[in-house]
């Protein structure tokens, strides 16, 4: 009998509010290593809440458990979560430093990298590997780039800040089909690596054909589960998030 794997990620329970508000209602799901998992949903769904509570950046009910390989996520904070667990965030927005040059973006993300120069010289000669046309502007202004641009500079600076976990919100906001599709050939070399990646993502067909797993969230509740191949099949998904 095979060896059952263990998740790298398991979230259990996890409550987020807002003052009064309850944004997600229990949900509980789990990432194995070297996975591409998505969590798809309309807008409002939790979708955001939950990334950032992974990452530490909003308070979580009193029933909530999260741990990652094995650590209890809920015993660090937001700067640990990355410099020692290794878990990477890509928000929503990019929260790129506009008046900074690509390269300096970049430089700052090595802040919580305890690793010698020669290994963080191999991961910014990956990223532009990655995305040539990062290198090519290495020294233009991050707010004067086009959208599609500065998401694969986002993308980029998680890549050099942290690479054991890497979460992604709304990757694909934004972006010219062509762009798009450079991106997500580029987030599957990034999987490739080894880095895990969780997606969250309002383009539920891009993200299903992109992912191995999915979980649907709705008015934050998750209510469906399972491979990605099954959700792009179910009339429910299909209704609500496929265009029939």
Known sequence: ?????????VVENLEVYYGAIKALHGISFHVYPGEIVTIIGANGAGK??????????????????????????????PHKVVSELGISHVPEGRRLFGNLTVWENLQLATFARKDPPEVIQRDFDMVFDLFPRLAERRNQRAGTMSGGEQQMLAVARALITARR????????MGLAPKLMQEMFEALKEINKEGTTILLVEQNAN????????GYVLETGNLVLEGPSQDLLAN???KEAYLGG
């Open 1 to 9: 009998m095979a060896a059952e794997r263990t998740p790298q990620l």
């Open 165 to 172: 976990m890497m979460l992604l919100d709304e990757p694909s």
């Open 206 to 213: 891009m993200a299903l054909r992109f992912a191995q797993r």
């Open 235 to 237: 009339p429910r998904v």
């Open 48 to 77: 955001t809440s939950t990334l950032r509570a992974i990452s530490r950046l909003v308070k979580v009910g009193p029933e909530t458990r999260m741990t990652f390989e094995g650590h209890d996520l809920l015993a660090y904070p």
